[in-house]
C-alpha cells in the first residue's frame, strides 16, 4: 500500500469515528457548525496519533478517541484563527469558512464546542486514569498559552512589532502555532502506552518544522484552487516567513534537512517506523 493510501485509509476511518461521535449531537448551528469544521482535510495529525499508538501495542479502537480529540481540537484552531479579528480568512479546505457560512457568534460557539469536545473524548478513552490524565494535560498544555495559543498571539504581535522577525523569532512562533499540536499527535502514542515520548517528540519537532516551511513554500508557488484556501497573504502583508528569510531553494533545503533529522530520530523503532518516515517525506512533497 502506498502511503498516500495509507492516510486516505485511516482519514476515513477517523471520519467514521467522527460521525459516531457527532451522532448524538442535535441539527441546532452550533452542532452543524461542528460537522462542518470537522469534514474533510486529510487527518495527519489524527494519522500520527493511530501510528504512533500502534508502535507502543495500542490498537486503532482505542487509539481513534485520541485521533478524534487532535482533528477536533485542531478544527477549532482554524475556525477560530480564520475569524475576522484573527487571519480573516473567508475560504477553508475549498468551502467557506464558518463565520461566512453562518456568523461570527456561531463561529465562536463553534470553536468552543470542538475544543471541549476534544478533552471530552480523551477523558473517556479505555486507559488507565493516569495516562488519560497525561493525554488532556499534555494537550492543554499544546494547545493552549504555552503552545498554540501562544503562536497565534506571538504571529498577532508581529504585524505591529514595528521590526522584522528573524528566523528564530519565526521558528519559535511557528513551533507553537503549527508544531506544538503535531508534537502532541506524535507523542500521543507513547503516552497511551506508557513508554518513553522522547524518540516521537524529537521526531514531531522536526516535523512540524519541514511541515511550516513547506506551507511558507506552497504560499509562494502553490495553486489556490487545489490548497483549498487564500494563498500568497503573508507576503501582501509583510510577514516574514521561511522563504522570505532563506529564500525559496533555502527553505527547500532547510526543510529536507528536517525531514533527514525526522527520520532519523525513529532509529529506535527499526522498520516498524516505516510509515513514520513516509509521513515525515510526504509533509514536503504535499500539495496542501
Not at 510509515?275 to 517525506?281: M, P, V
Request: with cysteine; hydrophobic share 45%; glycine share 10%.
Amino acid at each position: 500500500m502506498t502511503f498516500r493510501a495509507r492516510l486516505s485509509e485511516r482519514a476515513a476511518e477517523i471520519q467514521a469515528e467522527i460521525d459516531t461521535v457527532l451522532a448524538r449531537f442535535g441539527g441546532d448551528s452550533v452542532a452543524e457548525g461542528m460537522r462542518y469544521a470537522l469534514s474533510g482535510g486529510k487527518r495527519l495529525r489524527g494519522f500520527l496519533v493511530i501510528e504512533g499508538a500502534g508502535l507502543h501495542g495500542v490498537g486503532t479502537e482505542v487509539a481513534r478517541a485520541a485521533a478524534v480529540a487532535i482533528e477536533a481540537l485542531h478544527a477549532y484552531s482554524l475556525v477560530h484563527d480564520d475569524l475576522p479579528c484573527m487571519d480573516d480568512d473567508d475560504l477553508r479546505r475549498g468551502h467557506p469558512t464558518v463565520h461566512v457560512k453562518w456568523n461570527e457568534a456561531t463561529a465562536v460557539l463553534v470553536g468552543d464546542a470542538l475544543q471541549t469536545l476534544a478533552f471530552e473524548c480523551l477523558a473517556g478513552m479505555d486507559l488507565p486514569a493516569e495516562r488519560r490524565v497525561e493525554l488532556v494535560a499534555s494537550l492543554a498544555r499544546a494547545s493552549g498559552a504555552q503552545g498554540m495559543v501562544l503562536g497565534q498571539a506571538q504571529d498577532i504581535a508581529a504585524e505591529t512589532a514595528g521590526r522584522a522577525l528573524g528566523l528564530e523569532d519565526v521558528t519559535e512562533l511557528q513551533g507553537n502555532k503549527t508544531g506544538a499540536l503535531i508534537e502532541w499527535s506524535a507523542i500521543a502514542g507513547p503516552i497511551m502506552g506508557g513508554a518513553d515520548p522522547a524518540p516521537l517528540r524529537h521526531y514531531a519537532h522536526a516535523l512540524g518544522l519541514a511541515f511550516q516551511i513547506a506551507d511558507d513554500i506552497l504560499d509562494v508557488v502553490g495553486d489556490e484552487a487545489t490548497a483549498g484556501k487564500r494563498l500568497h497573504k503573508d507576503e501582501g502583508a509583510g510577514k516574514a516567513t521561511f522563504v522570505s528569510l532563506l529564500g525559496l531553494e533555502g527553505a527547500r533545503a532547510r526543510a529536507a534537512a528536517l525531514v533527514q533529522e525526522a527520520e532519523a530520530a525513529l532509529e529506535p523503532y527499526g522498520p516498524a517506523a516505516e510509515t513514520l518516515r513516509d509521513a515525515a517525506r510526504f509533509v514536503i512533497a504535499r500539495d496542501l
